[in-house]
């Protein structure tokens, strides 16, 4: 422990101006406000081997943060945090519980304190610049290979882009896993064999949730969800004669059972187009008769391939689009939007399974915000309803996770989101 971690303590209070004061001394001795527990036990004790966690300062101002502070002290722990954030504090770090910053502040019921706030606002920028980094394929350049390059007279290319130690400690921002199998990578998916059990649909071997049946109600949801594009614009309740509804990922069809549901209890006609690109779902599909189903229009292949197709030919547009794949990630997402703008109706609704960041309800919040921002760069606005899912970590005899790899979902919170184009 050195003397800056000490200072996140906040043992003194009243919490005053002057820890600020003491913060920037201890920067401008050139001590980094990023220097960890770990690393400070392992100077004193001679040790050389890397840590395996990062337990930062930010991690201490969140376990220590008092529940007690006024309006006042709680300023200055808001200018405290501006600092370390300012001076490279990672909002997704872990620490040596295997926590984040924000997720200790989660598990001190302190998810509504400025400082989460703050720490969420920096996960939104950070993503954002990770973005525009890999974008442009900005190269970073190591401390040595600088010092090489300045003392040589033709500087090399540097190799390769420099892994941060810190990128192992990080907290996943995407759905799936890391590693290149099934879950995260769509061609190794699409030729993996899948089985359905009787509450889920699973990879055959390695055991990944496909689909689980306790994302029932919110697949309901979705379904509503498309069916309120039918209404035409400023209409109370005058429907299209005609609604197309898309929904991309059949799974174990779900939603689309509801959808079949909503399409006989409305007066309008319903085109229901499916996409489905596993060969095993679509072997289901013909199995339980959807293909032979009257207004039922099977997409078989990727949506990649498949909308493509559909906007070349023109003359399909969609009251609803629903998204809910496996084995995709963000960036595929920010890839169908453009699909969306082409191919939703004036006064259609889009609307996904919202699992992006949930295994950490703090990446759960800082994607909550970049959705929004990203759809607002294509003039679609998100509105999310906050609904409860009790019950979806348990089971009578169990975890609803227990036959599963790993779960997707930790959150009691799920964010259901309802995009529009904007001013409609
Ligand atoms: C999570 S499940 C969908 C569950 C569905 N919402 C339900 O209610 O049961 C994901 C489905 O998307 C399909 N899929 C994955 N990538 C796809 C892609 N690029 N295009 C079309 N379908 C895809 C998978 O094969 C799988 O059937």
Redesign the pocket.
Same mark, same amino acid.
């Given at each position: 422990m050195s003397d800056l971690h000490d200072l996140c303590h906040f043992t003194e209070r009243p919490i005053t101006k002057s820890y600020i004061t003491t913060l920037r001394q201890y920067l401008k001795l050139g001590i980094p406000l990023t220097y960890t527990v770990e690393e400070a036990y392992n100077y004193t004790k001679g040790i050389e081997t890397d840590p395996t966690s990062t337990t930062t300062p930010l991690h201490l101002v969140c376990r220590h943060y008092p529940e007690d502070a006024t309006d006042d002290e709680i300023k200055i722990v808001e200018e405290f945090v501006s600092v370390l954030l300012e001076y490279g504090a990672g909002w997704c770090l872990v620490d040596d519980k295997g926590d984040t910053p924000g997720c200790t502040l989660v598990k001190r019921e302190l998810r509504n304190s400025p400082i989460y706030r703050q720490i969420v606002e920096s996960g939104v920028r950070a993503e954002l610049l990770l973005r525009k980094v890999e974008e442009y394929q900005v190269e970073f350049i190591e401390e040595d290979q600088i010092e090489s390059q300045t003392n040589e007279t033709q500087p090399e290319e540097p190799e390769e882009h420099i892994e941060t130690e810190a990128k192992d400690q990080e907290a996943s921002t995407s759905k799936y896993s890391e590693k290149p199998d099934a879950a995260c990578d769509?061609q190794t *998916?699409l030729s993996t064999k899948l089985e359905y059990t009787d509450d889920a649909?699973l990879t055959k071997d390695a055991k990944d949730g =496909? @689909?689980m049946d306790w994302?029932t109600d919110l @697949?309901h949801l979705g379904a509503q969800s498309l069916f309120k594009g039918g209404k035409l614009l400023d209409s109370e309740s005058e429907l299209d004669s005609e609604i197309n509804v898309l929904?991309?990922? +059949?799974? @174990?069809?779900?939603?689309?059972t509801k959808i079949q549901e909503l399409a006989a209890q409305s007066p309008s006609t319903v085109t229901h187009y499916i996409?489905?690109?596993?060969p095993d =779902?679509l072997l289901k599909m013909r199995k339980d008769g959807w293909y032979d189903k009257p207004n039922v229009v099977v997409l078989e292949?990727?949506?990649?391939d498949q909308l493509d197709d559909i906007l070349q030919k023109g003359g399909v547009f969609f009251n609803g689009i *629903?998204y809910?794949? +496996?084995?995709?990630h963000y960036e595929d997402m920010l890839e169908l939007f453009d699909y969306v703008v082409g191919l939703l109706k004036p006064h259609g609704v889009f609307s996904f +399974?919202n699992g992006l960041g949930a295994d950490r309800w703090v990446v759960y919040d800082v994607y909550r915000k970049l959705v929004e921002l990203d759809l607002s760069n294509y003039g679609l606005s998100c509105v999310y309803t906050d609904v409860n899912i009790p019950n979806h970590t348990k089971k009578e005899d169990g975890s609803v996770w227990d036959d599963v790899k790993r779960s997707y979902f930790e959150c009691p919170v799920y964010y259901h989101p309802e995009i529009r184009f904007i001013d409609i």
């Open positions: 769509q *998916y649909l =496909v @689909m994302e @697949m929904n991309i990922g +059949f799974g @174990m069809g779900i939603i689309d996409c489905e690109a596993h =779902v292949g990727r949506w990649q *629903y809910d794949t +496996f084995s995709e +399974f």
